[in-house]
């Protein structure tokens, strides 16, 4: 969260960061609670460490739109753990934070009014920042999870290598 990405088509504090993906990398390894946890703990020490700019109302939002992409796709995947099951739980995730929508809308349509002179109320702000960011953002995270998960899985947990290698073959 500390490395901030601001995105040219939408207000200010809309910032990309790839602080979902420990968080997601998480809750497919240990589960959907965990995934919570781990997101509350990000928030937590993003505060600790930066502070707070919007008196809390944004690391809540941040807290609530991370809970909102991470559970279905923990939830969806730990029914059946495929690589089918993960993209198809990231999708619905993504879709998911796609959907909400949170702060003060007056102000909001104002700050996206001046990046974007296309939004001129909540409709058009839902359609040319909110969706936008939220799709970026859920795309972006679930490749790199998709791409990373497994490698990091076997490096902090050496005891799964020992499980998933199969035994030398004996010559006679």
Do not use: W
Request: aromatic share 10%; hydrophobic share 50%; glycine share 6%.
């Amino acid at each position: 969260m500390l490395l901030e990405i601001p995105l040219f088509f939408a207000p200010g504090f809309y910032k990309m960061d790839l602080s979902e993906l420990p968080v997601l990398m998480s809750a497919f390894y240990l589960g959907p609670v965990a995934g919570v946890i781990t997101e509350l703990l990000k928030v937590l020490l993003k505060l600790l460490l930066k502070g707070t700019s919007t008196a809390f109302v944004g690391d809540f939002a941040n807290f609530v739109v991370g809970c909102t992409f991470v559970l279905p796709a923990a939830v969806i995947y730990h029914h059946h753990k495929t690589r089918r099951t993960a993209i198809i739980g990231m999708a619905v995730g993504t879709l998911c934070m796609t959907e909400l929508f949170h702060l003060p809308i007056d102000q909001i349509v104002a700050m996206g009014t001046a990046v974007n002179k296309g939004i001129t109320s909540v409709p058009t702000l839902v359609l040319f920042a909110v969706v936008p960011f939220n799709l970026i953002k859920g795309i972006v995270d679930s490749a790199l999870t998709y791409l990373l998960y497994k490698r990091v899985e076997f490096l902090l947990f050496p005891e799964l290598r020992k499980k998933n290698q199969t035994p030398p073959v004996q010559s006679k």
